[in-house]
């Protein structure tokens, strides 16, 4: 979706957010009272595991578990995404796309209505425990729009290129930064695959079990 916006006319920048160790920050009393008001029928079961604070032990030290969500969890990110959807619904600017997946959230759009978004989820964000890294934020701008981008936002700490950037297992920006980009992961590949052949020659059932379950995988994620 964010990838067909950026190429349309109307859409002069694209804003990849990125949040500091957004799952485990999340406020989670603010999350099991949003719980309780946009899915009743999950409160119960969220509640019964993370109402309260949890001990984690590790070896000899018990650390008590107050915020976040747990990694691992099966109900975590159906906590995390249902939680933060109030966040989502505060900062839904109109003229700007907005693209969630856990807690990466993109926007694509006109930079007027971009900072307008951007700036929303500055102020609301850490009551919910999303605090943006600004440094890892990436604007992905048009060339011909990249003044406009620099007065816009250049205050705002953020990264603006008229590249691209990773996002998602996948690359958004120019034809010519893609290209680069994925040839770079190509003979990362390469490399990797010649090393897994020589250990085939003597131990080809580890070779193989490592490319059935581990390697091939990276090739559908960039």
Known sequence: AVVSTQ????CEAVLLLDARNAFNSLNRRLALHNMGTICPNLHVLINNLYGGTRPLYTGEYVLSSEEGATQGCPAAMTKYSLSTLPLLDKADVEDVLQVCFADDNNGAGILEELYEWFSTIIVNGP?????????????????VHFAKAMETFGDMGIQITTDGARHLGAVIGSSNFTEEYVSEKVEEWVAWMKNLVSIAHSEPHLAYSNFTKSFQFKWGFL
Do not use: F
């Not at 190429?7 to 109307?10: L, R």
């Not at 999303?130 to 060339?143: A, F, G, S, T």
């Open 7 to 10: 190429s349309t006319g109307e």
């Open 127 to 143: 009551a919910y425990g999303y605090h943006l890294r600004r440094d890892k934020c990436h604007l992905i701008v048009k060339e």
